[in-house]
């Protein structure tokens, strides 16, 4: 996917929505009374202090694989993140940087896709395991059970104040199951952009948090 991709109407979630008529209302502001803007976009987003990880590891989820385990994602490190909004600010601030990337929206990952799944086996050998255990749960399954949860949830469980488990709603399935790739094209030519932290760098910064995290009271997902 590139920056000319336009916005689907429908969305998996309400997240997914908010963040998408947010950037509109940031595109939309730009020039308004001398104000400057353009969006940052970014692809899956891990570091330290992120509870996701270490939330999957305690729970076992992190040794399951939803579907074929086929499709790929592209991770950005948060430092890359940071250094996306400065290399953005640094180009709005001059003449030609605002005209050039005023009003436009602009993908920032570590620009290293790689299969999703092999991602968070790759978090479990930085975490210390030797023998990683990997568990295949077909969509045919899990994606009908996902919406019978949901309904289970919607008619009987909401009454009582019980939330049901993000990590099993059929909008999270169909996201981890989907290839998310992106071309950074855009951001290297006209924000100058480039990764400073690579992927196996910043897992390795990651995990030394993840360590720390995963012994602490971490919410059920």
Not at 85 to 91: E, G, I, N, V
Not at 106 to 130: A, S
Not at 144 to 163: D, K, M, N, Q, W
Not at 179 to 198: H, M, W
């Amino acid at each position: 996917m590139d920056q000319v991709s336009n916005h689907k109407r429908q969305f998996p979630d309400a997240y997914a929505q908010t963040k998408a008529e947010a950037e509109k209302l940031v595109i939309k502001a730009n020039g308004i009374n001398g104000l400057l803007t353009c969006c940052i976009r970014p692809g899956s987003m891990f570091g330290p202090g992120d509870i996701m990880m270490p939330t999957l590891d305690r729970y076992g989820w992190s040794n399951v694989t939803i579907g074929e385990g086929k499709n790929y994602d592209d991770f950005v490190y948060v430092e890359n993140v940071v250094h996306g909004h400065l290399c953005a600010d640094k180009t709005l601030s001059t003449i030609e940087g605002a005209r050039t990337s005023g009003g436009k929206a602009y993908f920032i990952t570590n620009m290293e896709p790689m299969n999703m799944w092999d991602f968070l086996y790759l978090v479990q050998e930085e975490l210390g395991y030797k023998r990683i255990f990997k568990i295949r749960v077909p969509i045919i399954v899990i994606k009908p059970a996902s919406y019978l949860i949901e309904l289970a949830y919607r008619a009987v469980f909401s009454h009582f104040g019980t939330c049901q488990p993000q990590i099993l709603t059929p909008a999270r399935i169909r996201y981890v199951t989907l290839n998310r790739t992106f071309s950074c094209n855009k951001a290297v030519e006209e924000l100058g952009y480039k990764p400073i932290v690579t992927l196996q760098d910043g897992l390795k910064k990651a995990v030394k948090s993840y360590i720390q995290l995963r012994d602490k009271d971490l919410p059920k997902i």
